[in-house]
């Protein structure tokens, strides 16, 4: 599809101010907005976290850049409480332009609607899902961000309508599937 993912930067990207918190505070909101209470249940500990940071987490074994993060981790009452710190601004920020730019010529704001490709990308604004799960005796309640909802989903309960798009560079050849100098198998 030839779309053109520069269009409108730097002149219409609004990156996430460093005012604006992300992480486990769209949980933390959602608890007690819906006045949910964290049932430990049979659960040994209980993270509390986002996708995003579980992604990082689960993920950096098959990292081949070897890029590096850091976690603020707070234990309270067996639950632990998982948050990133960020040194500094995103060095890569027409990456994160091309991303939403993607999503905002796929997506519209109304069913059946059109995408405007015309308005501002407003990285501070987003829209979260809070899901509950368990592995083996570990609970984790962890927020997720969406980027749309399925106009006519085959599951029509939450999550199950949401829809998560990526993008990601073209693979660069056969280094792409290296890790360590190791190949992949």
């Not at 986002?50 to 990082?56: A, E, I, P, V, Y």
């Not at 490709?117 to 609970?139: D, P």
Request: net charge negative; charged share 25%; with cysteine.
């Amino acid at each position: 599809m030839p779309f053109d993912l520069n269009h409108g930067y730097p002149h219409k990207y609004l990156p996430m101010g460093s005012n604006v918190k992300d992480g486990v505070d769209h949980v933390l909101r959602w608890m007690l907005k819906e006045k949910y209470t964290l049932d430990q249940g049979d659960a040994s500990t209980v993270f509390l976290t986002s996708r995003g940071r579980l992604t990082k987490i689960f993920t950096s074994p098959y990292q081949m850049r070897g890029e590096g993060w850091k976690m603020a981790v707070t234990l309270y009452r067996k639950t632990f409480y998982i948050d990133e710190v960020r040194d500094s601004e995103d060095s890569n920020s027409w990456m994160v332009y091309w991303g939403y730019k993607f999503e905002q010529y796929v997506c519209a704001d109304q069913p059946n609607g059109k995408p405007n490709i015309e308005g501002h990308i407003n990285t501070s604004e987003a829209f979260y899902t809070v899901v509950e799960s368990n592995i083996n005796s570990f609970k984790l309640l962890f927020s997720g961000e969406v980027d749309c909802m399925e106009e006519c989903p085959k599951y029509p309960t939450a999550p199950g309508y949401y829809v998560e798009m990526k993008t990601s560079l073209k693979p660069n050849g056969e280094d792409f599937f290296y890790r360590s100098g190791q190949p992949l198998n």
